[in-house]
């Protein structure tokens, strides 16, 4: 089992700066790859950026690249998230996922444990 907690969340201007933290307990961090997805109200889950479990590769959802950056710590057992020119339509609950190695980091229903959201408001 791996928990998950997320922080960092808030209230932020349109073109503003957030960081997100996931802060990840139990087994092997470095096993894992990690995610971040968004849920905005009304919409779907979606994949927002990834890191493979070294930290080598990442990947991110075309409406945030160039914006975001997603980093981690294994030694601290942590995920990062800085989100840079904050837009309104980065409003959303953010969760932090973590997936064992060897599937596509896309794809939600390939992550196997959750974090339970923090909330993330951009104002116009």
């Known amino acids: 089992q791996v928990q998950l907690v997320e922080s960092g969340g808030g209230l932020v201007q349109a073109g503003g700066s957030l960081r997100l933290s996931c802060a990840a307990s139990g087994r092997t961090f470095g096993n894992y790859d990690m995610g971040w997805f968004r849920q905005a109200p009304g919409k779907e889950r979606e994949f927002v950026a990834a890191?493979?479990?070294?930290?080598?590769?990442?990947y991110y959802a075309d409406s945030v690249k160039g914006r975001f950056t997603i980093s981690r710590d294994n030694a601290k057992n942590t995920v990062h998230l800085q989100m840079n020119s904050l837009k309104p339509e980065d409003t959303a609950v953010y969760y932090c996922?973590?997936?064992?190695?060897?599937?596509?980091?896309?794809?939600?229903?390939?992550?196997?444990?959750w974090g339970q959201g923090t909330l993330v408001t951009v104002s116009s």
């Open positions: 996922a973590a997936k064992h190695i060897g599937r596509s980091v896309l794809t939600l229903g390939n992550y196997d444990y």
């Open positions: 890191v493979t479990w070294s930290g080598s590769n990442t």
